[in-house]
């Protein structure tokens, strides 16, 4: 209901004096642990009246002989108005234990509630939803949408292969890849078993 509910709201959320953005090209990745497919991330985009909306939506299950040992679902849901994030609905599911967040525009604000608790943040603030690039540019502020907390890792910025890459130091860790026109193209991290996590275009 809490997801249902938050994105209701954000069919409402009024528009800003800003020119529409055309939506970017959608992604589906497979996830790789320790060489075996166990999932996949999709994000989807549509432009809506001048609102760009990204949809991602991740399901993992993990399987021992012939048992799911394992299962992860979450589903966020985010509207930008140029370069600003101005509502954001989150719900996760892990191995049924549900948390999430919701997020709307306050004035000069953001005002994040979750499971983590109710804050306040800077307008320029962006959710750790990975497709992104410009969410990990200098001095943007980041908060996990998994349950509504702010985040301060350590970012660390390289070229690669004509694109980018940035790395989350601290945490869970990640390490995530763009292309030249900042497409979003790879995604590297460590499960909390230690495994290696990384992601598959296709």
Known sequence: MLLRRALFGLALLPLLDDRALAAPADLAFKVIREGREVGTHRVTFRDDGGLLRARSQVRIAITLAGFTVFRYSHETEE???????????????????????????????????????????????????????????????????????????????????????????????????????????????????GSAIRYARG
């Open 79 to 193: 509207a930008w108005q140029g370069e600003r994030l101005v509502g954001l609905a989150s719900r996760l599911d892990r191995n049924g234990r549900q948390s999430g967040c919701e997020v709307r525009a306050e004035g000069d604000g953001l005002r994040l509630r979750g499971s983590a608790g109710d804050v306040l943040l800077p307008a320029a603030a962006a959710p750790l939803t990975w497709w992104r690039a410009a969410s990990f540019a200098p001095g943007v502020p980041l908060f996990d949408p998994r349950e509504g907390r702010p985040v301060e890792p350590r970012l660390e910025r390289r070229p690669e292969a004509g694109g980018q890459r940035v790395t989350l130091v601290g945490g869970e860790g990640a390490v995530i890849l763009y292309d030249g026109r900042g497409a979003w193209v790879g995604f590297e991290t460590t499960g909390e078993d």
